[in-house]
C-alpha cells in the first residue's frame, strides 16, 4: 500500500516499500514455499546481521512434521506475544497483504503456503508500530534462540516451536533463500517476520526486515499441558 492510500493516522504501519521485500521472496521461491523445497540457508555473513544467537544455547531435537492445519492463535512468551491470525493473500501488486490497518495487534499467515506443523517453512507476519502504539511484533526484535513458540490451530492441535535464529535483512540486500527457505530439509518451520532496522520519515518505511526462524519440537492438545 502506497502513502496516499494509508488510512490518515494510521501512521508508520509497514508500507508497501517495506512489503515488497516480502513480494520479492514469494516470487523467487514461488510454489516451493508451499511444499517446503528450496536451498538450505548458509551461515550468515555481510549485511545480514544476527540479532541474537548465544553460544551454548541447547537446543531440543525436531519433531517430525504433522499434518498441517490453518493457525488461529500464536503465543511467543518470551516477547509478550499472544494474537489472533488470520490467513493473507496477495495484493493487487503481488505482495503478502498485511492484517488490515484496524487491526495492528493481529498476525497475517500467508494461507497459500505452508501450514504450520507441516513440513517447510510457515509464514507469518506483523506490524511492528502504529503512529501512536507498538503493535504486534514490536518486540520480535528481542526474541532470542530456544525461545518458545505455540501455535494453536484449528483442528484443536497446538503445534510447538523452538527459535534458532534471528536475523534482520536490509531491503538492499534482502536473501530470498535464508528468509524462505528451510534451514533443513524435512523439517516443519515456521517464519515470523516485521519491519526492522531504520525508520525512514521521507519514504515512511523502514529499511530491514527482522526475521525469525524457528522449527517444530512438539505438539498438544489445545489446553493441555506439553505433549
Known sequence: MSAPDRPEGRGRLLTGVTWAVLLMGLWLWGRDIADGSGASSAPTTGDIAAVGRPLGVPLPPPHDPIEGAAPERVEVPSIGVDAPVVARGLDKDG????????????????????????????????????????????????????????????????AEFTIDDVQVFTRERFNADKA??????????????????????????????????AYLTGEKSAGSGSG
Open 95 to 158: 505482495a503478502i497483504e498485511p492484517p488490515p490497518f484496524d487491526t495492528p495487534r493481529t498476525v497475517g499467515w500467508y494461507g497459500s503456503g505452508t501450514e504450520p506443523g507441516a513440513k517447510g517453512p510457515a509464514l507469518f507476519v506483523g506490524h511492528v508500530d502504529t503512529e501512536t502504539q507498538p503493535a504486534v511484533f514490536y518486540g520480535l526484535s528481542a526474541a532470542r534462540p530456544g525461545a518458545k513458540v505455540e501455535v494453536t490451530r484449528a483442528d484443536g492441535r497446538v
Open 180 to 213: 524462505y527457505g528451510p534451514r533443513e530439509k524435512g523439517r516443519a518451520e515456521l517464519r515470523l517476520i516485521t519491519c526492522g532496522g531504520t525508520y525512514d520519515r521521507a519514504a515512511r518505511s523502514y529499511d530491514a526486515n527482522v526475521v525469525v526462524s
